[in-house]
């Protein structure tokens, strides 16, 4: 399990101390930049020369342009698991810290003479919910900081909780668990994090306390969720003042208040004849940075991370990387401006989903965003979508039409559930991969949140197939 990881983390470090340069590949997203951030630190501190690639994928032509530089030592974070024999074909000599479920068609051994392997899923954990790619390379990083007496190095286990928050492994349990837990509390133990429960919704550090509930979407808030005068009236018909010398925020708020409101959204739920299960959501774990000034972006995991994922969905990874080194003058401004870029074209395509509509199958419910929605932000308006179009008890799949150009013209797609679901038996991760693998193309991620690659004109046939295999989980998990 974590000591046998920690073990192997361990022998890959020895890899990397061993050279003088490397190259490292992550992806595009708060846990693939949270990763780079936190090896590049210990690759500052080990007197290692590097540089940084962020990617969408790792395909052919990402992986050969890499076999073409040729750099000494490749270290991949958040990626790489899913390729490790194309790595290996191309020769190039890697440390692959990643927690995406690795492919099954891959025999490699955790090492061999080109490729370490570093990832939960070969020693026991659960990638989707235990450990995220941060948390694998801060193992790594860690490791490699072990010698110099810097294992609890300051900030990293932050990093690490960001990228988890990111890739959403708090939610199916309401807070970490797992070796991600065990992060977390050496971040607490340095005094860097703190943790309890409180609201799950979105913006408690940056948002008006009305705009935290008119947001919400797992759990929908019945009458309230994308309703900001039922919002309002709510919170001033439960005795909340929503105005000081500004709009007050979540952090403004006296505990009592706040546990007014929550009683009161449990009340409001409670009518409406929400299940018990979907009521315990309205409270989780919070992770508070406790570095971070107060009243920002940066003092949240979740809005840190969607902070970080503002600037790699717009190709400007390097400006929220630099953040997570810890520039706090210009690329923290550049990130916040992003920031606000890219609030407008969520709401922007919540608005087109909400005009178009969604197409409702026996177990699905999808949209085609064309070219009207970035590949690279679709996921997200899908989200925050599910809650108020269609079928609250239906996965969400969104299409858009890929930006990264190729030899076929190709789609993205990317689906989002809820923990409701999850119960149910859904793995979205494993049926995107089964479906986009019928129509020759490529995909899998995690049981809540997946996405994949697909030729253009397959979508009609893909998405039949994607409605069978989930129906396939649902049924079994009713018969079983």
Same mark, same amino acid.
Not at 15 to 25: F, G, H, N, P
Not at 229 to 245: M, N, P, S, T, Y
């Given at each position: 399990?974590?000591?046998e ?9 020895e ?7 490397a ?21 500052e ?8 690639v962020?990617?969408?994928?790792l395909g052919?032509a ?11 030592l ?77 294992d ?6 932050s ?5 988890a ?15 991600n837990?065990?992060?977390?509390k050496?971040?607490a133990?340095?005094?860097?994090l ?105 003092r949240?995991a ?19 990387f ?23 074209n ?33 996921? +997200?308006? %899908?989200?925050?979508?599910? !809650? @108020?179009? *269609?079928?609250? &008890?239906?996965?969400?799949? =969104? ?11 190709e789609?993205?797609?990317?689906a ?8 149910k ?5 494993a049926?995107?991969? +089964?479906? %986009?693998?019928?129509?020759? !193309? @490529?995909? *899998?991620?995690? &049981?809540?949140?997946?996405? =994949?690659?697909?030729?253009l ?20 998990q009713?018969?079983?």
């Amino acid at each position: 399990m974590l000591s046998e990881m920690t073990k192997h983390a361990e022998r890959c470090a020895e890899i990397v101390r061993l050279t003088s340069e490397a190259l490292v590949v992550s992806h595009i997203d708060a846990d693939g930049l949270t990763s780079a951030a936190i090896i590049g630190r210990a690759l500052e501190d080990a007197g290692i020369e590097y540089s940084t690639v962020f990617v969408k994928q790792l395909g052919e032509a990402e992986l050969s342009k890499i076999a073409d530089t040729n750099p000494p030592l490749t270290i991949f974070t958040d990626l790489g698991s899913g390729v490790l024999s194309e790595i290996k074909e191309l020769g190039i000599t890697a440390v692959v810290s990643d927690h995406h479920q690795p492919s099954t068609t891959d025999t490699l051994p955790a090492r061999d003479e080109l490729i370490s392997h570093l990832n939960p899923h070969l020693f026991g954990l659960n990638g989707s919910r235990e450990l995220s790619g941060s948390g694998t390379t801060f193992l790594l990083a860690q490791a490699l900081s072990r010698e110099r007496g810097g294992d609890k190095k300051r900030g990293l286990p932050s990093l690490a909780v960001v990228g988890a928050v990111g890739d959403l492994q708090h939610l199916k349990d309401g807070r970490l668990t797992g070796a991600n837990r065990t992060i977390l509390k050496i971040g607490a133990e340095n005094r860097e994090l703190s943790y309890a429960p409180d609201i799950a919704f979105f913006g408690k550090q940056t948002r008006p306390i009305f705009k935290l509930l008119e947001y919400a979407t797992d759990p929908y808030l019945i009458g309230l969720t994308g309703n900001e005068d039922a919002c309002i009236a709510f919170l001033k018909g439960v005795g909340i003042r929503l105005q000081g010398e500004r709009w007050r925020r979540w952090i403004d708020l006296e505990e009592k208040e706040k546990q007014r409101i929550v009683s009161s959204l449990i009340q409001h739920q409670m009518k409406r004849g929400v299940s018990p299960q979907r009521l315990e959501r309205v409270v989780q774990e919070v992770y508070t940075l406790e570095d971070e000034t107060e009243g920002t972006e940066l003092r949240d995991a979740q809005e840190y991370s969607t902070l970080l994922n503002a600037t790699a969905r717009y190709d400007r990874a390097e400006i929220g990387f630099n953040v997570c080194m810890g520039d706090r003058g210009g690329a923290l401004e550049e990130a916040e401006r992003l920031l606000k870029e890219h609030r407008r074209n969520l709401v922007s395509g919540m608005k087109f989903v909400k005009e178009n509509g969604v197409v409702e199958l026996e177990h699905l419910k999808y949209f085609d965003a064309g070219n009207r929605i970035r590949d690279t932000i679709v996921g +997200i308006v %899908a989200g925050m979508s599910h !809650g @108020t179009i *269609g079928d609250r &008890d239906l996965p969400i799949v =969104a299409f858009a039409r890929a930006s990264t150009p190729h030899e076929r013209e190709e789609l993205k797609v990317s689906a989002r559930a809820t923990q409701h679901l999850i119960h149910k038996g859904l793995n979205l991760g494993a049926a995107i991969h +089964i479906a %986009a693998e019928k129509v020759n !193309g @490529t995909g *899998g991620g995690h &049981d809540i949140a997946a996405g =994949a690659t697909i030729p253009l004109e397959t979508k009609d046939e893909f998405i039949q197939y994607l409605n069978e295999e989930i129906k396939k989980q649902t049924k079994k998990q009713t018969t079983g």
